[in-house]
């Protein structure tokens, strides 16, 4: 897992070529993961095998699209909370009541980015939230 601080120039469109690239790439790569924008602010969780993420990651600190990149966590899972995406993403951006909960988590941690209590991204219960809450939006959307 790791945060940075994009680029005040990356705009919608350079976003949305992000993930297409991304997506393809992390199928190829067998990664799956999700990332989140929120306040210029992206916060990305990365599943795989720890050599080929690694190897993401290196790329993505080269990547000048975004800036203070900072790795927040690298460990073993059991098992992969987004397997089934290749890449789930969410820009947290205007007031969209479905993913408010979501918002607050992000926000509170980009403004106290220290802080150790409760869900926060290092954490995986963080991630099993962000899970069910876009699954939740998903099939919101699709109705």
Not at 27 to 40: A, P, R, S, V
Not at 60 to 82: A, K
Not at 103 to 129: M, Q
Request: net charge negative; proline share 1%.
């Amino acid at each position: 897992m790791y945060r940075s601080k994009a680029n005040p120039n990356l705009g919608g469109s350079q976003i949305a070529e992000i993930l297409e690239k991304a997506r393809r790439n992390n199928k190829q790569k067998d990664i799956t993961g999700c990332l989140l924008f929120y306040n210029e602010h992206f916060i990305q969780y990365l599943e795989g095998e720890q050599h080929k993420v690694m190897t993401l990651y290196d790329r993505i600190q080269q990547d000048d699209r975004h800036f203070d990149i900072t790795l927040l966590s690298s460990t073993q899972i059991e098992e992969r909370e987004f397997g089934s995406w290749d890449m789930a993403y969410e820009n947290l951006f205007g007031n969209n009541c479905q993913l408010h909960y979501l918002k607050l988590l992000v926000s509170s941690f980009i403004d106290d980015a220290d802080s150790s209590y409760g869900l926060n991204p290092t954490s995986i219960h963080f991630w099993k939230a962000t899970k069910k809450l876009l699954e939740d939006h998903r099939k919101l959307s699709d109705s």
